[in-house]
Every structure is written in C-alpha cells, then in structure tokens.
C-alpha cells in the first residue's frame, strides 16, 4: 500500500491548515487531562506520607486542665498505642511589624525536646535547646506572611505578663498544614500562627506545672476509633473535656481533606468534562473531513481495494494529528502537572515532593482522544463506503432543494437573495449543520466553564465578607463573660458599635450520626453577623431552636422540626434536646446558629456571652490594634479586612493556576473548532464556490456566502452554547459539593460574554485565514480535479 | 468469436426519487465476449451507464442476473465484488476521476501494487504516450493527458475486461484518437474485452459489435464487417 501511504502523506500536507487545528484541539484536550488528572492520586499521597513520616495523631483531646495521672489513665485505655499529654494557649500577639494584633497558638515542646506525635519538621533553623524555656519554632506560613526567622522575637501576654520568645527555627507539622483560628473558614497567616513553645514556659502561663490541657493519641492499628473515643471522654470527663475526637473531625485534616476532595472536581470531573468535549470535537471535525473525500473513496472502491484497506487509509489519517497532539499534549501535560504539584506543595506547605509522570493517565488521554477522532473517521468513511461506488463517484448531484420550512413561512421573503442561498445552504445539509452547531456550542461551553471557579470564587468572596461578616473585627474571651464586658469593649478607641455572640462548643446528635461542632449564638436584633444562604437570603436566628446549615441537617439526617440532642461540652455540660427550627443554604462551613437568649436558656448560663463583634471607625484602627494587643482577656481577635487578604491570597492563589490553564486550552480549542468548521466548509464547497465564480460571482459575494453560513452557524451554536455551558457549570457545582464548602452555582452574564467574544474572535481570525484561502482558490484547478 | 465473457439475463434497475420511479434499465439480456470490442451507443439517460456500472460490479441491479465467466455477480456481495473489480475489471471515466494527490505514476502504481501480474506504471504510461509526464500531478496536466493516465491506470493491472464511460467525450478529435489507440492496443496486444460507451457514432467503426440502447433496453446489436483502427477515424 505504499501509494495509499504516500497519498496520506501528501493529504496530510494538503490539509496541513485543518489537520494542524485538530491536532491543536487534541493537544489542549490531552495536556489539560494529564495536567488536571495527574493531581488526583497526589495530593491524597503526600497527605498519607506526610501523616506517617511526621506521626500525625489519630485521637485528639481538649480538656480545662487534666492531672498527670488521668493522662496516664488514658494512655492505659485498650488501643491506644502512644498517648502524648500537651499544653495548648492561645494568646494575643505582637508581631515585629505588624499593626494588627495576631494570635498565636502556643504548644508545648515536651522537655525531652521531640513530641512523640505531631512532630514538627524544622524547614530552617534549629529545635529550641534543652532548658532555653524562651526558644520557639514559628510555623512557616506564618513566619512567610510576616517575614520572621531564627533570631527575631515576638511578644505576648502569657499569664497576665508580656513575655518576649525568641524565634530559633520555622517548622511545619501535619498537624497544622492548614492553620485556623477557631472559628475561621479560611486562613490568614498573618494573624495567626503555631508557636511551638517548650513546656516549661507554656506550664508557668496556664499554671499546670505537671498537668495537661490537651492530649494527642496514636492508636493500635485496627482499633476502634469510636470505643477509644468514648473510653478517653468517660476517664476525662471530670477535667472539662471538650470531647475527643478523631481524625475526620481535626479542623487542619477535614479542611484539607475537603480540599483535596474538591480538587476531584479540579482533577476528575473537569478533565472529564473537557476531554469529553474535546473527544466529540475530533469526532465531528475528522468525520467532515473524511466526507469531503467521498468521491476519492468511491473510486477506491471502483478499482477493487477492499472497505478495510480504504478504512485503514482514513483512520490512519485520523490518527495523525491525534498522535502530533499527543506528541505535543503529553510532555506539556506532564510539565504543567508539575508546575501545579509544585504551587500545591507551596500551598499546602506538605515537604517537597515530586510529582512523577503518570504514562497511565496520559495513555487513557490519547487513547480516549485518538478513539473519538477514529469514530469520527470511521462514521465518514463507513457513509463513504457503503455507497455503491456508482454514486459516490458521479460528478457531484446537483443538490436537492426542496421548499423548506423557512420558505413555507415566506420569512425568505424578507432576506436578500444571497442570504436566501445562506439559508437554505445551510437547511440542505442537516446533519453536517447540527454538527457543525454542536461543536460550537460545546467550545462555547468549555469556555464557560473554564471561567467557572473564577465566579464561583468572587461569589464566595462576596456573600462570606459582605453579607456574612459584616463586622470590622471579632474579639473572642478567654472565659465565658457577663455582658456588662460590652461596656469595656464600648469604650475603646474607635468601637462604634458592639454586639454581643457566643460560641458554646457543643456535639450534636441524631440517631447514629454525630458532629462535634459549636452553637453560634448571635442576638435576635443584630446586624453585624448575618446567616445568608447562596442565593443571598438573610435568615434570622430563630426565637426557638436551632438554624442549621441545610448540609450539616443533611449530614445529621434532620429536618425543621426535628429534634437534636445537644451534648453541651463546657459550662454545666448537660445534654439537652432541642428542635431544628429552620435549616439554611449556606455555601460555607456546616453551623449551628442560634438566638443568643435561647443559648442562655439551654445553657442555664444566663448573661454569658464568650466575644464580641465590633464595628469600628477605620480612621482609628490602629489605635484600637495597639490596645487590643494588651487585653489579656482576648484569646482571639479577627479582621475582616486581613482575613478577606487572606482569602485573596491563598483560597483565590492556589484555583489561579488551574483556572488560567484551563482557560488558556478551552480559548485554543475554541480557535480550533472555529477555524476547522470554516475550513472543512470551504473545502466541501470549493467546486461549488469554483463554479459560481464562473458563473461571474465576485470574490466578494461568494466569500460572503461562505461566510453567512458560518455566521449562521456561529450564532446557532452560541445560542445552545449558554445552555450547554450552563449544565456544565452546574455538573461542576454538584460535584464539588463536600461538608464544609459548596461551590455556588452562579454564571454571571460576564462568562457568556467572554465565551461569546472568543468564539467571535476565532471566527474573525478564522474568516481573514479563509478570505485569503478563497483569494487563491483557483477556479481551473477545482473544476479540473474535481472534489 | 471467443467464450462467454459476460452473460446477462433480464437485468433492470430501478430508482426511486420520492413517488416517481426512473427504470433506467427495463430488462437487458446481453452476452460478451472474450476479446471483442463492443461500442455502447445511445441518447442520453437511456440507461448506458447504468449498464456499464452493473457489469463492472459499481452498482447492483434491481432485478435480473449478470454473470462473469462463471461468477454470478447479483447478491455477490460487497467483498466479492471487490475481488471481481480488484482481479478482473480496469475502468475508465468520463472525468478522468484521478487521485489529485498522487502524481501520473503514482496513480498507476496505486492499482498495480494490489494486481495480480500489473505491467510496471511507467510502461504504462509509454503505451498511452505519456512517457514523458511521469511525475506530474493531475492538476499539471491537460484533460486528454489526464484521461491517458487513467486509461494506463486501467490497463496497467492486464484487467480481463475494460469498461470505460464516454473516454473521450471531453476530449478533442485529435486527442480522442491518441486515447482510443491505446484502448485499442490493449485489447490486440493483450487480449482485453473492451467495452465503450459513446455519443459518436463514428467511433462505433472501431467495435466488433455495436450496441445501440433506447430507454432502458436494448434496441439492436449491429455486427462490423471489420473493425477500423481509431487512427482511421475523423469527427
Ligand atoms: N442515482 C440516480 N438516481 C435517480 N435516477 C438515476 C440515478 N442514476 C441514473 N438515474 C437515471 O437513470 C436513467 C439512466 O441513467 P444513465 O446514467 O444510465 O444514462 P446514460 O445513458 O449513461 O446517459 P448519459 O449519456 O447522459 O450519460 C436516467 O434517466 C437517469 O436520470
Ligand atoms: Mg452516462
């Protein structure tokens, strides 16, 4: 078959334009699958190794204070392996540099010098020396945002009295891969960080000289969680537990495991999306391409080569810009996979690890491509072979026009002739315009949900810090207080408005499911905190009961009018039974709210507020950071305005890079599609388009002809490209949906628009190629040679 | 006259375009010999090409039976019929119908490479005189020089029988005596069953027998005293 091979060979020259587009199109699709796929086992593997090499803990504990010999107790509980007892604290601070106040969380360093579990890995500098009690490792995030390292020195109220640490390392731990301040839903390093602190020091600030506060557990492989947990709550619960729990409720574990779980979205669902998209698009651009080759096929067939060896011809020809994709697509995948690894590295603060290539997943790229743009040959050439040579050879039918629908309506009567012929040009071949309309709708589609998380995140950003977090900054109390603390608040500098809230820790029941969460208590008449649901609604702490957002009702398997059994875990710790009264489509976190004197009645604690929400006059902030850095009282304090930085800076950062690469590939497969449908158009029209031109059309009006079908096309396309680009969006939506995130399904009109503006713009450049091509069609050679 | 080459009984062939029916052919019963150069003459649509392309194996008939020595060639079946062509039959068109892709020898070389005992192309080509436009693409070409490719390409593969539609009508006089002589040469030096179709009337001296169809049937065989050489020819 050597002249069938030199025949691709120079066909594959000849259409060296379109085939170079579909290899275009094959390539995005394969480099995005392997860039976004090859992220899926690897997130949840460094996570795994970072668990084991660092002795990540399985049970934790938080308690008021415990005596050295219930911490021994519970390390006698049946499966526990290794049981470490801890000081935690959390404390104002003042940052070198830093107007605002931050808090830091101090843990101790047993005097022995390594914990035995949650062991910090030192990234520079060194561990604190044996017996030097004001030497601490700093986290890196946090040492990062503030520019701190080995010999700087921060200070804060421990005790009641300033004390100065001395930074001697940066560390990370995988027990603080994300590190939040109680109640925040993103991180802002600046204003918070770990402090790993040697035990003396942290034993003379809380008063426990052999005691513990908290306790970090392994287990024995195989035992069970739960029986551990409730054996731990039952030796603790005289200590003022706050409830042990597991590793499925560690904020830094569940945040990241939320996260990695919706980088499925990023790494399965989208690559899925995008691959399928690019899959139907090979399919419908080579088998127009093969069906302009119909008459060649014919006479194949005339001079006896057999349907397979005329099949293999065109595959193969199929398969050449799928491998040239590939060839391009893998190796730019793979570079790209890593680029991401490395941001994500960076992100999540795991050790450095690299990210190897995975052939597996580039081999399902190719495979899946090169299948799809084989179907699609296939379809054109089965249609070509099955037709008696006969016919696929005549000279080509006149083309039947029949009075079509559009005639019937007499709408024709108000189009120009030459549009007349657009339209029923158009009509006349159904099947290759619904291809033709498909592929564009898809690209428009793709386009529309590469910008998707774009939105999704303004939208976020959006209802969390304008409708949601409405005061300037929250203070948080060591110890529950007695309202009157407001009047102390009142009359700082600046305080323009103050509102009480209480945060009561609490474990909420229902049948078999339990969460270990917090009760939000906010004031009926308050403004400055708001519950709103994804479509902007604000809802109102009922006078009765609880408001739960509708996914944590779902988890719990509740409904409004159910009731919940609350274990309240500080205070007078009893259980109570309270009804669900409302339930609210939160898209973040998973609350409990309630009306700030319905907590007072189930809590028994009359008056009992733990913080306060403040708005403050902005001309006077920094006179209220530097007295909030002195207030002994506070355990925390958050600043919008420095948690939506926060926000911006790492939530927003770390989707950029993803976002930008499927953008720029959905754009490239955009231009692909556009100028391969005018292209094939062309090439199926040049005897036609020769013959008008004979027939003394000018240039111009044939090119306008041309061109007015695709426009037609176009514009169709586009206009099933909103729905189709909609659903995609709301496929993306439903999959990434986890406990404490949802991703809101908005499509702002902006996202249309840019899909319409690219596909114009293909289309323009598409059209300035094309008006070059029909320029230089020579009319003698396509009447000469036929199709 | 030579064995059977072709033997056809009661052939028809219908098309149906919505509610009209076309019958382009109306029951044809025709027998071929080995060897002989027949002539197809008729109006337009009377159903000549239709005929050719059945006895090439291209279309299937509706009703009827064609046999090829002993092969019967309805319901054969399209693998069969690829055989048949691939083994057997050398076509040549009206428009010329070569591959724009290749060059002149290579769109010989495209069908001898799957024949049995093809000639090599470039022999070929020196028998159609062409010897001289090897490597020329189609679009380099004139259309008599196209339509000699296609008669080399026909003849390269020593096909049994040679079916050719109208070979020269889009050529000139001159031109379509150059391309009747090679046909011609083909069936003296090689042995091939020729069959043409034509609208000139003159080239019917060229045929052993000549077939004259009128709305789907045949309407009278003539027998030539003797056959004249193309070049004896004028139109
Ligand atoms: N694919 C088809 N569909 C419908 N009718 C057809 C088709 N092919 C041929 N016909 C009809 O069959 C009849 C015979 O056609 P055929 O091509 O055999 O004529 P012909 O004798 O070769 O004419 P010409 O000398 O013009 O080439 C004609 O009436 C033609 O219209
Ligand atoms: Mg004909």
Same mark, same amino acid.
């Given at each position: ?132 009690? #004001? ?93 551990? &947990? ?63 080759? #119909? ?72 495979? &899946? ?419 | ?235």
């Amino acid at each position: 078959m050597r002249m069938l091979n030199r025949k691709l060979r120079r066909d594959v020259l000849g259409l060296a334009g379109p085939l170079a587009a579909v290899a275009l199109v094959a390539a995005s699709g394969i480099a995005l699958f392997v860039t976004l796929r090859s992220m899926r086992g690897f997130l949840a593997q460094s996570q795994a190794d970072y668990y084991r090499d660092y002795r990540f803990a399985d049970v934790f504990v938080l308690m008021k204070r415990a005596p050295a010999s219930a911490a021994r107790a519970v390390a006698r509980i049946p499966g526990v392996r290794v049981a470490e007892p801890r000081l935690v604290f959390e404390a104002v601070l003042d940052v070198p540099g830093l107007a605002e106040p931050a808090v830091g969380r101090f843990v101790s360093i047993p005097a022995s010098g390594e914990p035995l579990l949650n062991v910090p890995h030192v990234r520079v500098g060194r561990m604190p020396a044996p017996g030097a009690e #004001r030497e601490v490792l700093i986290s890196e995030a946090f040492a990062q945002a503030n520019r701190l390292g080995p010999g700087d020195s921060l200070s804060a109220v421990l005790n009641g009295r300033w004390e100065r640490v001395h930074v001697v390392g940066v560390a990370i731990s995988p027990e603080y891969i994300y590190e939040l301040q109680g109640g925040e839903l993103f991180p802002d390093n600046r204003l918070f960080g770990v402090i790993w602190t040697p035990r003396a020091l942290l034993a003379a600030a809380t008063g426990l000289e052999s005691g513990c506060n908290a306790m970090a557990l392994q287990l024995e492989p195989g035992a069970p969680e739960r029986d551990v &947990i409730e054996a731990v709550d039952r030796v603790l619960a005289p200590y003022g537990t706050l409830g042990a729990y597991g590793r499925a409720e560690h904020v830094s574990h569940k945040f990241i495991s939320d996260e990695i779980e919706q980088n499925r979205v990023g790494a399965v669902v989208m690559p899925a999306i995008l691959l399928g998209v690019t899959a139907f698009l090979l399919n419908v651009v080579l088998s127009r391409l093969v069906a302009t080759q #119909r008459a060649q096929v014919a006479l194949l067939k005339a001079f006896g080569f057999t349907n397979n060896e005329i099949g293999l011809h065109y595959l193969l020809l199929a398969l050449v810009p799928v491998a040239a994709g590939a060839l391009v697509g893998v190796p730019v995948g793979f570079r790209l996979s890593q680029a991401t690894a490395a941001l994500y590295a960076r992100f999540y603060r795991f050790p450095v690890s690299t990210i190897r290539p995975d052939w597996g997943v580039a081999l399902a790229a190719c495979g &899946i491509a090169a299948a799809a743009a084989l179907a699609g040959a296939a379809i054109a050439v089965r249609a070509a072979v099955r037709l008696p040579p006969a016919e696929g050879m005549r000279p080509p039918a006149p083309a039947r026009f029949e009075a079509g629908v559009l005639d019937r309506l007499r709408v024709q009567r108000l189009l120009a002739p030459s549009a007349r012929i657009v339209v029923r040009n158009t009509a006349r071949r159904p099947l290759r315009a619904v291809a033709a309309v498909t592929g564009i709708a898809l690209a428009f589609a793709m386009l529309v949900v590469s910008r998707y998380a774009f939105s999704a995140i303004d939208r976020i950003e959006e209802v969390q810090f304008q409708h949601v977090q409405r005061e300037d900054i929250s203070v948080t109390f060591r110890e529950a207080a007695p309202r009157a603390a407001l009047n102390a608040l009142r009359r700082l500098p600046g305080v323009l408005d103050v509102e009480p809230m209480r945060v009561v820790p609490v474990a909420l029941r229902h049948g078999a499911v339990e969460r270990r969460t917090a009760i939000f208590a906010l004031p009926a008449t308050g403004d400055l905190r708001r519950i709103v649901d994804q479509d902007l609604r604000t809802h109102r702490v009922p006078a009765n009961g609880l408001l739960l957002t509708t996914k944590l009702a779902d988890v719990l398997g509740v409904r409004p009018g159910d009731s919940l059994t609350v274990d309240l875990r500080e205070g007078t710790r009893r259980t109570v039974r309270v009804p669900v009264a409302a339930v609210a489509d939160e898209a973040l976190g998973a609350n409990a709210y309630a009306d700030l004197e319905y907590a007072a009645r189930i809590t028994g604690e009359r008056q009992a507020i733990s913080g306060a929400l403040l708005a403050v006059d902005p001309r006077r902030e920094s006179e209220l950071y530097l007295t909030l850095k002195q207030q002994p009282a506070l355990v925390g304090i958050g600043i919008r305005s420095a948690a939506l930085r926060g926000f911006q800076r790492t939530i927003a950062e770390s989707f950029q890079v993803m976002i930008f690469i499927s953008v720029i590939f959905s754009v490239i497969i955009a231009f692909g599609v556009v100028y391969n449908g005018a292209r094939v158009a062309l090439s199926e029209r040049a005897r036609e388009l020769a013959s008008l031109r004979v027939l003394g059309f000018t240039k111009r009006e044939v090119t306008t002809m041309v061109f007015g079908e695709q426009v037609l096309l176009t514009l169709l396309g586009m206009a099933f490209g909103v729905a189709a680009g909609y659903a995609l969006c709301a496929v993306a939506s439903a999959a990434g949906n986890t406990e404490l995130f949802r991703i809101p399904l908005v499509v702002p009109v902006t996202s249309y628009a840019y899909a319409a503006a690219v596909i114009a713009g293909a289309f323009l450049a598409s059209a300035l190629a094309m008006r070059q091509r029909i320029r230089e069609l020579d009319i003698v050679e396509c009447l000469k040679t036929g199709e | 006259m030579g064995p059977v080459l072709f033997h056809a009984r009661g052939l028809t062939k219908t098309y149906h375009m919505g509610d009209v029916a076309v019958h382009a052919l109306q029951g044809v019963d025709l027998d071929l010999y080995e060897g002989e150069v027949v002539v197809i003459l008729g109006p337009s649509g009377s159903g000549k090409s239709t005929l050719l392309n059945i006895l090439g194996g291209l279309d299937a008939p509706s009703g009827g039976e064609v046999h090829f020595r002993d092969h019967q060639l309805v319901g054969a079946g399209d693998a069969a019929l690829t055989r048949y062509r691939r083994e057997h039959v050398g076509f040549v068109f009206q428009f010329y119908n070569l591959l724009p892709s290749l060059t002149a020898t290579e769109n010989v070389a495209l069908v001898t490479e799957i024949a049995e005992r093809p000639m090599p192309p470039a022999d070929a080509l020196h028998l159609v005189g062409l010897g001289e436009r090897l490597d020329h693409f189609p679009s380099q070409m004139s259309g008599g020089e196209q339509q000699r490719v296609a008669i080399a390409r026909a003849i390269a593969k020593r096909p049994d029988v040679l079916l050719c539609d109208e070979p020269t009508g889009a050529l000139d006089a001159e031109t379509g005596v150059v391309v009747l002589q090679a046909l011609a040469r083909a069936n003296r030096e090689l042995g091939t069953t020729l069959v043409v179709i034509t609208h000139n009337a003159t080239i019917a001296q060229m045929a052993d027998r000549v077939l004259r169809m009128r709305d789907g049937r045949i309407a009278s065989i003539e027998t030539n005293a003797a056959r004249r050489d193309p070049a004896e020819l004028e139109w």
